[in-house]
């Protein structure tokens, strides 16, 4: 109810919600999502799944055009007072997994350089048949691309993983820097 008054409502994000415990399925028009039985084996239409396992690391749903406008609100001083915002921006270097050389991790929120010499202020987020990853810049740029199905679902191997996800990074560095 906090998050829903305090920010979803506020910042007008029309297509977000917590489900509730037990409800299936997806409210609106939405992509089906997929999972694999094991890496690699046929996809399978899982949409319909309770939310409520993940609770607050997979729970929200949202689109990608309301993500883009809380990455902006958010940097934009929308959401927090400006010495919360610098706290949640001071950042420890990312040294496993990151998409690109100089991410760091704050309180909730990944600053990744782009190609274009500007930083990506965001997070991503799963849930099986789900994956998300966006942000915003300071100057107002914002991306957020999804995915229908976890790297993990597809991909066998560690490495390949990475790969699916550094494709999915290389998709919003692009849609932010060109």
């Known amino acids: 109810e906090e998050i829903t008054d305090r920010i979803i409502r506020p910042l007008g994000l029309k297509d977000t919600y917590w489900p509730g415990v037990g409800e299936r399925g997806i409210r609106g028009a939405h992509p089906k999502g997929y ?3 094991t890496p690699g084996a046929p996809l399978a239409d899982i949409t319909r799944l309770d939310p409520s396992q993940a609770w ?4 929200l749903v949202t689109t990608p055009r309301d993500l883009n406008r809380f990455f ?13 915002l610098t706290e949640m921006q001071t950042t420890v270097p990312v040294t496993e997994g990151a998409p690109a ?3 760091g991790y704050g309180l909730g ?5 782009l ?4 930083e990506l202020w965001g997070h991503g987020g799963s849930i099986h048949g789900y994956e998300t990853y966006g942000g915003a810049t300071r100057d107002g740029r914002a991306a957020t691309v999804a995915t229908t199905a976890l790297s993990s679902s597809v991909a066998a191997e560690p490495a390949d993983m990475m790969a699916a996800h550094q494709h999915v990074f290389d998709l919003v ?3 932010v820097c060109e």
Do not use: I, N, Y
């Open 109 to 113: 929120l990944f600053r990744t350089p």
């Open 173 to 175: 560095d692009t849609a």
């Open 101 to 103: 050389p100089g991410t």
């Open 56 to 59: 607050a690391a997979g729970q």
């Open 35 to 37: 999972a694999a039985a």
């Open 72 to 84: 902006s609100a958010l940097l934009g001083g929308k959401v927090l007072e400006a010495a919360e």
């Open 115 to 118: 190609s274009c010499g500007v």
